[in-house]
């Protein structure tokens, strides 16, 4: 039976520092993706238009499918994110 090779640690302060690397996060959001946030083309038809973008739902659904979140989750995600980095983006009301 083969053993597990063993390692000593020798550097802890990197170590540690991997260590909470791991649990770090970031996002780069390009400026064309916030000004495309909000569907800005009327459909011409009776009722509102989508609220969001391509882009957003896009952007949305990679977060959902990433995270394993569901949609208000992932919505309410990337509003805490852009809040975070003061982007401010107006959100719809699902309510109706």
Known sequence: MKTKAQYKVRNWNAYDAALKQRGSI????????????????????????????????????TIQSVFHLAGRQAEGFLESLFMLMGIELAVADDST
């Open 26 to 61: 970031s996002f780069w959001v390009n400026e064309e993706v916030i000004e495309q946030w909000r569907n800005q083309q009327k459909t011409g038809r009776k009722g509102a238009s989508n609220y969001y973008s391509d882009v957003a739902i896009a952007t949305m659904g």
